[in-house]
């Protein structure tokens, strides 16, 4: 588990933006010791813990890049059609039996390996077969349809750097540089709570004044799509010593912990008070909507974040700051929320000084997607994730949009 001291994240400000807050999780959290090595295949998802280099190049020899017919450039006649011999065929799989002959040419397929002498490849649609003899249009260059040795990773070039997180294609370079298994991070162990006597879990009666808990199982849900192993621990009653002593349990035997309402200043909001009893509290409150209600503390050395009750706001706030909390654990370069410009079909007004997250859904019209607004606003419409596309991100120097107004969205298909 984490083991971070109480006052690692002191500072002196009251209110932070959401920069501001990642920022001081990132800058102060080391990420976690101790690596693993996993099977190719089991590695999905997981974070490379060294920088592992190329022991052979990619692709190893030299070879053609498509169907054709591989000669000697020098053999061609420059600026005219030129006429070679047909000299036999060589086919993915198969090395050359010796140097080609000068004047001729052989008939090659996509990823055999160049025969000693070739340096050229004519595709094949554009060449022309003349009983035994190839004719050949002018005009090829030197080295045409041709893939070098080394021409994708070089031997003893860095192919990928520690901290990389590992997807098909990562993985797919790997396997083709010969790598049967991976040095990987230890997956972060993240445990996460929802709080309050309203909640009752899915699948079990409700009380009268009771609904069902839905955070619990959207956190646990993005927590799936990050290198870390996600524990669900249920939910705290609203008893202020129960809250304080389950997060001190659960401290001992994580690295992370994620609870998600009772942060607010109610009478039942304990987990605030929770952490102080525990350890310290780094910040609570951030200049955000939906999500202003979040604590950042330390309880026995591990950190937990405090998120809002409120689903929408739950969400907003674990992506801007249980997201890279977590990939700085595991050792990840964290890469930031994927956003890309529409065009707002809606106007709003804002207060300076803080950011907004309105739900937008997107459509194609136009050189740039069109957000329009969802109609309604509240922190704990779930629908308004369902039916919405994506998150229209106001800066906190925007006060006012209106339609026609280029915004930032982050997709909810990229950041989810």
């Known amino acids: 588990m984490a083991q971070l001291s109480d006052d690692c994240f002191a500072h002196g400000g009251a209110l932070l933006s959401v920069e501001a807050a990642a920022a001081l999780v990132v800058a102060r959290v080391p990420p976690l010791a101790g690596t693993e090595t996993v099977p190719l295949a089991a590695a999905r998802g997981r974070v490379l813990a060294e920088d592992l280099h190329a022991p052979q190049p990619l692709p190893p020899f030299f070879n053609s890049a498509v169907d054709g017919y591989a000669f000697r450039h020098a053999d061609l006649v420059p600026d005219a059609e030129s006429v070679l011999a047909l000299h036999g065929r060589l086919a993915a799989g198969q090395a050359a039996a010796g140097p080609i002959p000068p004047g001729t040419a052989l008939r090659i397929l996509t990823g055999a390996p160049m025969p000693p002498g070739a340096d050229t490849v004519m595709m094949q649609e ?79 009666p409700l009380g009268p004044a009771q609904t069902y808990d839905s955070n619990r199982f959207s956190l646990l849900a993005l927590l799936a799509g990050l290198p870390v192993e996600a524990h669900d621990l249920g939910i705290l009653p609203d008893r202020a010593e129960a ?153 906190e120097d925007v006060v006012e949009v209106k339609p026609g107004d280029s915004v930032a969205v982050l997709p909810f298909a990229a950041v989810f």
């Open 243 to 395: 809250t304080a002593g389950a997060l001190r349990e659960a401290a001992a035997t994580h690295d992370l912990l994620l609870t998600s309402g009772g942060v607010s200043t109610g009478e039942e909001d304990h987990v605030r008070t929770a952490i102080e009893a525990g350890g310290r509290l780094v910040f609570w409150k951030l200049a955000l909507k939906p999500g202003r209600p979040a604590a950042m503390g330390v309880v026995a050395g591990t950190p937990v974040l405090g998120l809002p009750g409120n689903p929408v706001a739950a969400i907003v706030t674990f992506l801007h700051l249980a997201r890279p909390l977590a990939l700085r654990l595991a050792g990840a370069t964290a890469a930031p929320l994927p956003r890309f410009a529409a065009t707002a079909d809606f106007s709003y007004r804002k207060k300076a000084g803080r950011r907004e997250y309105v739900r937008v859904s997107l459509s194609g019209e136009g050189p740039l997607p069109v957000a329009r607004k969802y109609p309604r606003e509240g922190a704990g419409l779930l629908t308004s994730l369902t039916r919405s596309d994506a998150f229209a991100e106001l800066r």
């Open 126 to 204: 554009d060449a022309v077969l003349d009983g035994p003899r190839l004719r050949l249009p002018p005009g090829l260059k030197h080295g045409a349809n041709c893939r070098p040795a080394g021409e994708d990773v070089a031997q003893g070039e860095c192919a990928l750097p520690a901290g990389a997180r590992l997807g098909p294609a990562e993985i797919g370079l790997l396997a083709a540089l010969g790598f049967a298994t991976l040095p990987v991070t230890r997956r972060p162990r993240v445990g996460v709570f929802s709080t309050g006597n309203e909640l009752a879990a899915p699948g079990t």
